[in-house]
Structures are given as structure tokens and as C-alpha cells.
């Protein structure tokens, strides 16, 4: 029988081999990552300095933020550093690490999302029992469901990829270790491993959304209900801001892993990851901050705090 090598490590070809347009990638990228930390820090800080907003709906916006830190953190850091390097190399564990908590963490974000769709049903759509449907007791379960869930499907999909066989070429045509692109250089029947990962980023993806949008319908219906435009305007405004990043997380997500493997499109594939895995979680403290009023006056206070104290 022919000798096969196996393949120890991968080279990540990455957004661009120009090394012009590497130094403003990473510029960009870099920019990126740090609002990302710096909103998403802020944003757990004020919540958690601010008594007022101890309340269920920002219990699950500080989890977000916290996700949010560690979903840019699994693949931004690495990307910058092989944008600064000529070999961008990455052992095959050390991939599939980095895969493992892209999974983890991608799928605990769509559940919490979807756990603040359902608070803001329950606020809308029947506020006088609000406080007894988002008690403490369900937002931790909401939470931990949430990263349950993630972890499951992270741990369900890594365990089926430890059994490929990779023995070249070990070139990946993207900056960060995803499964498609790791499927295309098996040396082994990836079969399983396509229907696995179908299946459950269907199941999940699907169930995740579906219970947003539901959530969203009986919201919509409860605003279009509402007498005064004063009304229904603040009641949009309250919203407005959690389906767009629900829209263009789930949409980009949704596409870049039901995408057949015949459908082959470089850029288009960058263009999805970089939305939901990059700019999703830099947005959710802008959109977040900018919409929301109560957490521009908890800033407001927390500032007032450290320049009393200065």
C-alpha cells in the first residue's frame, strides 16, 4: 500500500496574501477587536455598577457581552497575529481547539439572543406578569441552557472531527479553523461529518430562530395594537436594536453552514464569517448602547463616579 503522510499542521492562506493589504487588514481588524473589548467591558461594568439595572433584561445583555468577549477572542487574536507573520501556521489540535470554542460560543450567542426575545415578549406582551416569567430562577436557566446547548453541539461535532485523517494538502483557504473548509482536506469519508454538522446547525439554528421570530411576531402585534405613535415608537425603539442583531447574525450564520460544498465562493464566504464571528460582536455594544437609554445614563453616572473620585 502507498505511504501516506499525516498531517500535523495547517497553513491558514487567510483574507489576502499582498502584505500591503495584510497591515491594513490588521489595522482594521485590530480597531475591531478593541471597541469589541473596550463596548462589551463597559457595557458589564455599567450593568453591574448600576442597581438599577439589575433587572432580566440586562442579567442576559451582561452574558451577552460576556460571549461576545470570548466568541472575538477565540479567532480575532490569532487572525492578527498571522496577518504580522509570513508562515501562518496552526497545529491540526490547536485548530480543532479553536473550532471547538467557535461552535461553543457561536451557538451559545444565537440561544441567549433568543432568550432576550423572549424577555422582551414577556415585558410587551404581558408586563404584568413579566417579573414572574423572567424571575431569577429562569434567567439563570435561560443562561445555562444556553451554554449547555453550545457546548453539546461544539462537543458533538469536535469528537466526529478527531477521527478524520488529514494527510495533504494542509492549505485552508480562510483566517480562522472552521469544519467546512477542515472537511474539503480529509483524506477520509467526510459523510458523517457533513450530515452531523447539517443536522444540528439546522436543529438548532432553525429552533433558535424560530423562537425569536415568534417572539417578535406577538411583539409586533402587541405594538400595532398600542393607540398613541408615542407609544408604539418607544416599544420599536426597545426592539429595534435586538432584531438587527438577530437578523444579520442568524442570516450570515444560517447561509455560510447550509451552503452546499458545490457552491464555491471565496469572498462570499469571508464576507459571512467576517459578519458573524468579527462585527456581530462589536455592534451588540454599539447598537446596544446608542438605543438604549438606561444604559447611557448608567454610563453617565459611572463617569460622574470616576471623575468625583479623580
Request: proline fraction near 3%; aromatic fraction near 12%.
Amino acid at each position: 500500500m502507498e505511504n501516506q503522510t499525516t498531517v500535523t499542521e495547517f497553513i491558514l492562506l487567510g483574507l489576502s496574501s499582498d502584505p500591503q493589504m495584510q497591515i491594513f487588514l490588521f489595522l482594521v481588524f485590530l480597531v475591531i477587536y478593541l471597541i469589541t473589548l473596550a463596548g462589551n467591558i463597559v457595557i458589564m461594568v455599567v450593568i453591574r455598577a448600576d442597581s438599577h439595572l439589575h433587572i432580566p433584561m440586562y442579567f442576559l445583555l451582561f452574558h451577552l457581552s460576556f460571549v461576545d468577549i470570548c466568541y472575538s477572542s477565540a479567532t480575532v487574536p490569532n487572525t492578527l497575529m498571522d496577518l504580522l507573520t509570513e508562515h501562518k501556521i496552526i497545529s491540526v489540535n490547536g485548530c480543532i481547539t479553536q473550532m471547538f470554542f467557535f461552535f461553543l460560543l457561536a451557538v451559545t450567542e444565537a440561544f441567549i439572543l433568543s432568550a432576550m426575545a423572549y424577555d422582551r415578549y414577556a415585558a410587551i406582551c404581558d408586563p404584568l406578569r413579566y417579573m414572574e416569567r423572567m424571575s431569577t430562577r429562569i434567567c439563570v436557566q435561560l443562561v445555562s441552557g444556553a451554554w449547555t446547548i453550545g457546548f453539546f453541539h461544539a462537543l458533538l461535532n469536535t469528537v466526529f472531527t478527531f477521527k478524520l485523517h488529514f494527510c495533504g494538502p494542509n492549505q485552508i483557504s480562510h483566517f480562522s479553523c472552521e469544519l467546512p473548509p477542515l472537511l474539503q482536506l480529509s483524506c477520509t469519508d467526510t459523510l458523517t461529518n457533513q450530515l452531523v454538522l447539517l443536522t444540528s446547525t439546522v436543529i438548532l439554528g432553525s429552533s433558535s430562530f424560530l423562537f425569536s421570530l415568534i417572539s417578535y411576531i406577538h411583539i409586533i402585534s402587541t405594538i400595532l395594537r398600542i393607540r398613541f405613535a408615542e407609544g408604539r415608537q418607544k416599544a420599536f425603539s426597545t426592539c429595534s436594536s435586538h432584531l438587527i442583531v438577530v437578523v444579520l447574525f442568524y442570516l450570515t450564520g444560517f447561509l455560510r453552514y447550509t451552503k452546499p460544498s458545490s457552491v464555491s465562493s471565496v469572498v462570499l464566504v469571508e464576507i459571512f464569517s467576517i459578519q458573524y464571528s468579527i462585527l456581530t460582536p462589536m455592534l451588540n455594544p454599539i447598537i446596544y448602547s446608542l438605543k438604549n437609554k438606561e444604559v447611557k445614563t448608567g454610563l453617565r453616572k459611572m463617569l460622574g463616579k470616576l471623575k468625583f473620585l479623580m
